[in-house]
Nanobody
Framework: QVQLVESGGGSVQAGGSLRLSCVAS????????MAWFRQSPGKEREAVAT????????TYADSVKDRFTISQDNAKRTVDLQMNSLKPEDTAIYYC??????????????????WGQGTQVTVSS
């Protein structure tokens, strides 16, 4: 399985921005999906954004649409998540995940085989 490492978490005030980055240990296959998930205490892990390697099709959770942008650089084996206009409810541990197949925020976290260790994002009001 591919190894994933996230970076870029931190603490910001509401309205601020952060950029998360995920680097993979090997090049992705063209039918692979990369996703960012998040999980806050007491809540289930939820998909935030996904991007398909072939063509870069993206999907977003309604809660982050128009605020977050997922992007990829296949040559560098990275997938980034630009987070703008952050809100306190965005506070969570953010995880990078990878799998092969259908790529959508509607796909449960249980379907993903490869995970990063997570990075904490804290937004204060």
């Amino acid at each position: 399985q591919v190894q994933l490492v996230e970076s870029g978490g931190g603490s910001v005030q509401a309205g601020g921005s952060l950029r998360l980055s995920c680097v993979a240990s090997e090049s992705r296959s063209m039918n692979s999906c990369m996703a960012w998930f998040r999980q806050s205490p007491g809540k289930e892990r939820e998909a935030v954004a996904t991007i398909y390697a072939n063509g870069g099709h993206t999907t977003y959770a309604d809660s982050v649409k128009d605020r977050f942008t997922i992007s990829q650089d296949n040559a560098k084996r990275t997938v980034d998540l630009q987070m703008n206009s952050l809100k306190p409810e965005d506070t969570a541990i953010y995880y990078c995940a990878a799998d092969v197949g259908f790529c959508s925020v509607l796909i449960s976290w249980t379907q993903y085989k490869s995970w990063g260790q997570g990075t904490q994002v804290t937004v204060s009001s």
